[in-house]
């Protein structure tokens, strides 16, 4: 593969041999994100999360990340506590009516202690576009008129067609893009069901792709759906099998989000404020040290009433 | 039976949207007028959530809190891409935006990014979202808000999402030619847009509240339409099915679904 979007185009002209084998323990694929790197993460808010691979990074103790994402829930205010980020890139931090807005990310930027950026949940969508696309920009209708057009050093033209006024947003080319999925195999061909949400664009954008699956199927069980795939085995580096991958947050038709723990996490924050989110860190990341060992400790209990719940709302 | 201003409020949005349309709905208040209108007036209305969700059924009791997870999903005819659904909007597949604000201003700019200088924050709101989006490409915008003197200001901290910017053909000039905002449904009154100005006008009343009431909790002056109608309260079937969607009869005693808090109760004549 060779990018004619600069940023792509360095990378792409080093060695890609691509293994048939991708599979890896999740510690050795993080290994992949690089202190200061600008991470993607795939999903949306509390859907489809990469969130053991975000633990994991975590653990790995890396620092300057700058984090994007559609929309943002707790990972943004964890990585900010964790000194993990110092920027985010997004159109929308909060967990959910529910719950509000995290406290601690909103001490962060109003205190200056972290870089945002804000988009909106189009534009932020049209620059992983475009860099997927391999072109520099792509115009949009959204923006105009609005301050997030100035703040963001969107740039508006005429179009030379029909003269109409349009914004244009550049490409965005993450270093590494977190995506979780049903269902992949070895190589990296990778299945959703339900809404794909940004994660193809994503895949497509981003330099290097870190994917974690519910499950790690042969490639024949793959062809018979190949309609499904939405991110091709080319566009992939890692592969890694974790089951409940997404958990606390949901993973559509497989388990509901874990509203209880949302409850317990916000009232953790509300009342101890950034030593809540550490001790939450400490239970949730540290302690366990593996993805594995906090779902144990969630219990079977748990996971299986979620799986149910969701069974509920998607029928097989 | 008896009814909150918030009722009043969704209940009024739910009214705004007719039948075989399209609505792209914000969660909160304005998803839950939009099912409401599903269930009574219009079952042929097509709703679309931001998470990529077209033509969803939710289940009553089980309306998701956000946009994107899988309770909004339930019963759609397509899951499509996050970008692909606002190109639905952008190309003007939408016949309703319906949003909500933190702040609004005389001219239907809404802000939910800052409030206080937008350098340095005095407060960090949630962000755009889809709002930007909704409100810059559907072609008829409602926004669903508390009426308060804090949230209806002379102007907003920051644009996040257009109105008609600084009022007259500023909207048009500066290339949103997709759509504009036409209502302002909030717990005390029905706003609309002065057709040559822009600037937000009081069209209806709930039942009890007055227009002095609606000026004094409006933070700039707010201009009256020649004939201020009176809005009929929230019928029974009305009450019993925005019940049963926020999730049985003892929702009635809850918190509603976007936080606020109820501030009194009415009683149906």
């Not at chain 1, 988009?119 to 609005?146: D, N």
């Not at chain 2, 739910?14 to 349309?21: N, P």
């Not at chain 2, 609004?104 to 709101?125: E, H, Q, Y």
Request: proline share 6%; aromatic share 8%; with cysteine.
């Amino acid at each position: 593969m060779s990018s004619p979007v600069p940023a792509l185009a360095e990378h792409d002209r080093r060695d890609r041999f691509d293994r048939r084998d991708k599979r890896m323990r999740l510690d050795e694929a993080v290994q992949l994100v690089r202190d200061g790197h600008d991470v993607a993460i795939g999903g949306c808010l509390y859907s489809r999360t990469p969130w053991a691979t975000l633990l994991e990074i975590l653990r790995a103790g890396r620092t300057g990340l700058t984090l994007s994402r559609s929309l943002m829930c707790f990972e943004a205010e964890l990585f900010l506590a964790r000194g993990a980020a110092s920027k985010l890139v997004t159109s929308w931090v909060g967990i959910g009516l529910n719950w509000g807005i995290p406290k601690l990310f909103r001490e962060y930027i109003e205190q200056g202690r972290a870089e945002y950026e804000e988009w909106s949940h189009l534009s932020l969508g049209l620059r992983y576009e475009a860099a997927a696309m391999g072109v520099p920009f792509l115009p949009t209708r959204s923006l105009l008129g609005s301050e997030l057009a100035r703040t963001t050093g969107a740039k508006e033209m005429d179009c030379p067609f029909t003269g109409e006024r349009l914004c244009l947003v550049p490409a965005y080319v993450p270093d590494v893009a977190l995506i979780h999925v049903h269902r992949a195999d070895e190589r990296g061909n990778a299945q959703i069901d339900g809404p794909p949400y940004m994660d193809r664009e994503l895949a497509a954008a981003a330099k290097t792709v870190i994917l974690t699956a519910e499950q790690i199927v042969p490639t024949e069980a793959l062809v018979a759906s190949a309609d499904r795939t939405a991110v091709p085995h080319f566009l992939v580096d890692a592969v890694v099998e974790v089951p409940f991958g997404s958990f606390p947050h949901e993973c559509y038709g497989l388990y509901e989000a874990w509203f209880d723990h949302f409850d317990q996490y916000v009232a953790l924050v509300d009342e101890h404020g950034a030593k809540g989110v550490e001790e939450y860190l400490r239970r949730t990341v540290d302690e366990p040290g593996s993805f594995e060992a906090f779902l144990e400790q969630v219990g079977v209990g748990v996971l299986l009433e979620q799986r149910r719940r969701a069974q509920e709302l998607v029928p097989r | 039976m008896s009814w909150t201003v918030e009722d009043a409020m969704v209940v009024a949005g739910s009214r705004l949207l007719l039948d075989g349309r399209v609505v792209f709905a914000g969660v909160g208040s304005p998803l839950l007028a939009s099912v409401l209108a599903q269930q009574l007036h219009a079952p042929d209305l097509t709703i679309v959530l931001e998470g990529g969700f077209i033509g969803p059924r939710m289940i009553p009791g089980k309306l998701p809190i956000s946009t994107n997870e899988m309770r909004g999903a339930h019963g759609s005819v397509m899951l499509a891409g996050i970008i692909d659904v606002f190109l639905f909007a952008q190309r003007g597949a939408f016949d309703y935006g319906f949003v909500g604000a933190a702040q609004i201003d005389r001219f239907g700019n809404v802000n939910t990014s800052v409030i206080g200088d937008p350098a340095s924050p005095k407060v960090r709101l949630p962000g755009s979202g889809g709002a930007n989006d909704i409100v810059s490409s559907c072609r008829e915008i409602f926004i669903i808000t508390k009426h308060e003197r804090r949230r209806f200001v002379e102007r907003v901290d920051f644009i996040t999402s257009p109105g008609y910017l600084d009022g007259g053909d500023a909207r048009e000039r500066a290339g949103l030619v997709g759509g504009r905002p036409t209502r302002v449904i909030t717990d005390l009154a029905l706003l609309g847009f002065d057709p040559r100005t822009r600037a937000l006008r009081l069209e209806g009343l709930h039942p009890g509240v007055t227009a002095e009431e609606v000026r004094d909790n409006t933070g700039f002056d707010l201009q009256l339409a020649d004939d201020v109608v009176q809005l009929p309260a929230p019928t029974t079937e009305e009450l019993s099915a925005l019940r049963r969607l926020r999730g049985g009869p003892e929702a009635a005693d809850e918190q509603p679904p976007d936080g606020e808090v109820v501030r009194s109760e009415v009683a149906t004549a």
